[in-house]
C-alpha cells in the first residue's frame, strides 16, 4: 500500500505567509503601543488624583499653608533621590505621610505613586538621559508658586518686574490668597509641563521631546488645585490661558496679558 505524502510549503509559499506576517505586525503595532501608553496615562493621571487629594490633606492639617522651601517643588514627596544633598532620607519629605508612604525606603518601584510610569526623562542637566523620577524623587513637580520656595527668581528681563512682584506675593503663600479659580490653577503634572511655559527653559528639540511623555507634543497631564487631572496642551510662554494659569492671583492676570502680548 502506498502512503501520500502530505503537501509541503514551498519557498514561494512560505514568503508569502513570512509577508502577509510583517503586514499584519506592522498595521497592529502601532495601535498596540498606542494603547499601551494609553494605559500608562491613566495610570499617571490615578496618581496625579491621588497626590492632589493628598495636598488637600495637607493644607487641612496646616492651616491652609503651602510647603515652602528649598527645592520644595520636588522635595516635597517621594523617593530619596540622587540629588538630594541636604536630606538622608524620605522622610523629611512632608507628602509621604498623607500617603503612607514608609520612611527610609530605597526600593524605587515602592513609590510607584510619585513616578510616572512613562517617565523618559529630559532634565536640563547631565542626568537629562535618567527619568526625572531617578533623580528627583518623583516624576512630577509642583507650581512653585504654590508649592515652592518663598520667592522665585526673574525668569528673564521681559518678565523680571512682574516675576519680582510675584515673588512678594508668595511668601508664606496659603489657600486662602488664592484669588483665580482652583479648577483653572495649576498644582503639579508632568515634569515636562514647567520646561514649557517657562520662558528661560526652552530646551533643545531633542531633549523637549524627552520630556513630553505621553508622546504628544506639549502635552501632559495636570493636576489642579480644586483637585481634579486633565491631558493638557501647554502653550509656550504663557502663564495663563483658556485652559489654565499658573499664577494663584485674579488681579495680575491683565500685566499677564500685557507681557504674553508683546
Known amino acids: 500500500m502506498t502512503m501520500k505524502r502530505g503537501h509541503a510549503f514551498t519557498l514561494i509559499e512560505l514568503l508569502v505567509v513570512i509577508a502577509v506576517i510583517a503586514v499584519l505586525l506592522a498595521i497592529l503595532l502601532p495601535s498596540l503601543r498606542a494603547v499601551r501608553e494609553s494605559a500608562r496615562r491613566i495610570q499617571c493621571s490615578s496618581n496625579l488624583r491621588q497626590l492632589a487629594m493628598a495636598w488637600t490633606q495637607y493644607l487641612d492639617e496646616n492651616e491652609g499653608r503651602f510647603y515652602q522651601g528649598e527645592n520644595a517643588n520636588f522635595w516635597y514627596g517621594g523617593l530619596y533621590s540622587i540629588s538630594e544633598t541636604q536630606?538622608?532620607?524620605?522622610?523629611?519629605?512632608?507628602?509621604?505621610?498623607?500617603?503612607?508612604?514608609?520612611?527610609?525606603?530605597?526600593?524605587?518601584?515602592?513609590?510607584?505613586?510619585?513616578?510616572?510610569?512613562?517617565?523618559?526623562?529630559?532634565?536640563?542637566?547631565?542626568?537629562?538621559?535618567?527619568?526625572?523620577?531617578?533623580?528627583?524623587?518623583?516624576?512630577?513637580?509642583?507650581?512653585?508658586?504654590?508649592?515652592?520656595?518663598?520667592?522665585?527668581?526673574?525668569?528673564?528681563?521681559?518678565?523680571?518686574?512682574?516675576?519680582?512682584?510675584?515673588?512678594?506675593?508668595?511668601?508664606?503663600?496659603?489657600?486662602?490668597?488664592?484669588?483665580?479659580?482652583?479648577?483653572?490653577?495649576?498644582?503639579?503634572?508632568?515634569?515636562?509641563?514647567?520646561?514649557?511655559?517657562?520662558?528661560?527653559?526652552?530646551?533643545?528639540?531633542?531633549?523637549?521631546?524627552?520630556?513630553?511623555?505621553?508622546?504628544?507634543?506639549?502635552?501632559?497631564?495636570?493636576?489642579?488645585?480644586?483637585?481634579?487631572?486633565?491631558?493638557t496642551r501647554m502653550q509656550k510662554d504663557y502663564y495663563d490661558t483658556n485652559d489654565y494659569t499658573v499664577v494663584p492671583f485674579k488681579d495680575m492676570i491683565s500685566w499677564i496679558v500685557k507681557i504674553q502680548n508683546r
Open 87 to 231: 536630606y538622608d532620607d524620605a522622610e523629611i519629605r512632608p507628602l509621604n505621610s498623607m500617603v503612607d508612604f514608609p520612611p527610609l525606603i530605597t526600593d524605587p518601584e515602592a513609590a510607584a505613586l510619585f513616578r510616572c510610569p512613562s517617565d523618559r526623562g529630559g532634565t536640563p542637566n547631565r542626568f537629562s538621559l535618567l527619568q526625572v523620577y531617578r533623580y528627583w524623587g518623583t516624576s512630577y513637580p509642583t507650581n512653585h508658586f504654590l508649592i515652592g520656595q518663598n520667592a522665585c527668581k526673574p525668569f528673564s528681563e521681559p518678565t523680571k518686574e512682574f516675576d519680582l512682584s510675584l515673588s512678594d506675593r508668595i511668601t508664606h503663600m496659603s489657600i486662602s490668597k488664592v484669588t483665580v479659580p482652583h479648577s483653572r490653577l495649576l498644582l503639579m503634572g508632568d515634569y515636562g509641563w514647567v520646561n514649557q511655559w517657562k520662558p528661560e527653559a526652552h530646551k533643545s528639540p531633542e531633549l523637549k521631546e524627552q520630556a513630553e511623555w505621553h508622546r504628544k507634543p506639549d502635552s501632559h497631564n495636570l493636576a489642579f488645585l480644586d483637585g481634579h487631572v486633565k491631558f
